[in-house]
């Protein structure tokens, strides 16, 4: 193990402790039995399965939403803070399911780091590819836990050759599995040279670790049966020779990966993860702005807000804005400015999303994740600072690649379904766009689940069945240019326009043709397909 990280820069003690990561999964690889073992290892939960209450598959305590539970996907994402052996672990939560991609990938703008849990008989799935990649637009350092090892899995070299190939990363091997499915025993943990025993007949009872003394310790041999323990050190000294060793810049440049091998049900290898995760896991990044960067360590406070959740407690109708705290320390009461509107801020009731429940955050530090309540008036991509002019970026909106016009069951409750639409629009839940011509409105999504999602919640949340139609238009993009060419090409497009909710000009589009005749004709517009969320 080569530790060459050594331009990491010294931040002070507090920020450097604490690790900020999300997990990326396909579904059903085990993100949630492994979020709540970090949680019963962080001490947030008293007891497993108080994350996910039994018989009710992939209920975690953040999802509230009847959807959810039906679904069984986790459409909401939180943040849920705990300890570690001397480290803040600070988990986002990503919605797991395929269609939540927009949302997904603003939460992976507020970590530093991704786990990736893959099922050991499964190998790398389509959506952990996806996901990945989001990862890796952004460099983000990649820790891997391959689950589910107490049943038949596949041949490690060649789960790590399909990581290698099918991602382009580096892996190096974290700890060794011993045994195949019934006879998977343990693994051995390289890092630390220590043999971790499995105990089958208690799930939440944490392994047996042997301290040993490299591979010629006599202990293996009476813990390990004959027959695994030759194929195990076979297959460890061909690892040494194919694999490369840790090298702690590589993974924080995220080019090499290191796997854990485990079975989070069985609360095994999820403590050699954590350890992993806090020794090795990056600690809070700069985070990039204009006109400069953030800088961690900077006395002063500054965060952005990458996602806002609207109703997250029926019983208060209010907003959470989730902060991702880029610098300085954070203490409840303060005021900042709110950059957008150049307003003052009092931040008197912050929320630290401690798993257990939400709780008042008395103070944060960069790298921490907080909820702020409003009204409204936090809007994903702003900046909170203590009064310079910065404006994260890097946090985009998509166009949305399905549209479709929506209506009120009842005509006479249309104010209220704009009420409802803007809302959604401001949380990021979806596109909402008011056309110039006609009544009605029509709503832009990335994937078909967010209409039900979305049909669902207006119902629930404000009592108003609604009905989605089908639109003639099939995509959007933003406009931009001079203020005069700008009104020129709307008025001489009426039927294609329409604005978002921001008031910014959009151009719905039906067919490629359509994006072709602007560029073609108005040389002095220009159509984008993202826009950055300010
Ligand atoms: P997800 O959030 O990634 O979708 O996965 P989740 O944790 O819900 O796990 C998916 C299924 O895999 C669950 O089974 C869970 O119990 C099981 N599982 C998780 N980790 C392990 C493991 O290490 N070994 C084995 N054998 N199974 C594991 P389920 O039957 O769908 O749900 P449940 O009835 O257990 O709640």
């Not at 460099?139 to 991602?167: A, G, V, Y």
């Not at 293996?220 to 060793?245: R, S, T, Y």
């Not at 950059?339 to 008395?362: C, G, H, Q, W, Y």
Request: proline share 5%; with cysteine.
């Amino acid at each position: 193990m080569s530790d060459t990280a050594s331009n990491q820069p010294v931040l002070p003690p507090e920020i450097a402790r604490r690790r900020t990561f999300a997990i990326i999964s396909h579904p059903d690889a085990g993100k949630t039995t492994l979020t709540e073992k970090f949680l019963l290892y962080g001490g947030a939960i008293q007891m497993a399965g108080q994350v996910r209450a039994k018989g009710e598959a992939r209920r975690t305590r953040s999802d509230f939403m009847q959807m959810e539970k039906d679904r069984g996907i986790s459409v909401s994402a939180s943040a849920m803070s705990f300890d570690f052996d001397g480290h803040r672990f600070n988990l986002v939560d990503t919605p797991g399911h395929s269609d939540f991609s927009e949302d997904t990938y603003r939460t992976l703008t507020a970590v530093d780091a991704a786990v990736m849990v893959i099922d050991g008989a499964k190998g790398v799935e389509s959506q952990t590819q996806k996901l990945f990649e989001v990862c890796r637009l952004r460099d983000l350092p990649i820790l891997t836990f391959c689950n589910k090892m107490d049943r038949e899995s596949r041949d490690t070299f060649e789960i790590i050759d399909e990581i290698q190939e099918n991602l382009a990363i580096d892996v190096t091997p974290a700890s060794w599995p011993i045994g195949v499915g019934r006879d998977f025993i343990g693994c051995y943990d390289i890092l630390r040279d220590r043999l971790e025993l499995m105990d089958r007949a208690d799930r939440n009872k944490v392994a047996e670790s042997v301290e040993i003394n490299g591979l010629d310790d006599p202990k293996l041999a009476e813990l390990v049966p004959a027959d695994l323990l030759e194929k195990f050190l076979e297959e460890i000294e061909m690892a040494k020779e194919l694999l490369p060793p840790l090298d702690h810049q590589a993974l924080l440049d995220g080019t090499l990966t290191p796997i854990w091998f485990g079975s989070a049900i069985n609360s095994f290898g999820v403590q050699e993860l954590m350890a992993g995760i806090a020794q090795y896991g990056p600690q809070p990044q700069p985070q990039n702005a204009e006109p400069r960067a953030i800088a961690p360590e900077e006395k002063k406070v500054a965060g952005f807000v990458f996602k806002v959740q609207a109703n997250m407690d029926p019983k208060h109708r209010d907003r959470v804005a989730f902060v991702r705290m880029a610098s300085g320390h954070f203490k409840r009461g303060m005021k900042l400015t709110h950059v957008r509107t150049k307003k003052p801020m009092a931040i008197s009731n912050p929320v630290l999303f401690l798993a257990s429940d939400r709780e008042l955050a008395e103070e944060a530090w960069a790298g921490d994740i907080i909820g702020i309540p409003n009204h409204g008036q936090l809007r994903i991509g702003d900046t909170l600072t203590e009064g310079e002019m910065l404006r994260a970026t890097g946090i985009p909106s998509f166009a949305p690649e399905l549209l479709q016009g929506v209506r009120a069951g009842d005509p006479l409750k249309s104010k209220h379904l704009e009420k409802a639409l803007m809302q959604f629009a401001e949380e990021g839940a979806a596109k909402v766009f008011k056309p110039s011509i006609g009544s009605g409105f029509i709503v832009g999504v990335v994937g078909q689940l967010q209409f039900e999602v979305l049909g669902s919640r207006i119902e629930m949340e404000y009592g108003l069945p609604v009905r989605f139609e089908q639109s003639q238009f099939t995509s959007a993009r933003w406009v931009h240019g001079e203020k005069d060419a700008v009104e020129k090409f709307a008025d001489a497009n009426k039927q294609h326009i329409s604005h978002d909710n921001d008031g910014d000009v959009v151009f719905l589009t039906r067919m490629q043709w359509d994006i072709d005749r602007v560029v073609r004709d108005y040389p002095d517009i220009t159509l984008s397909a993202t826009k950055e969320m300010m």
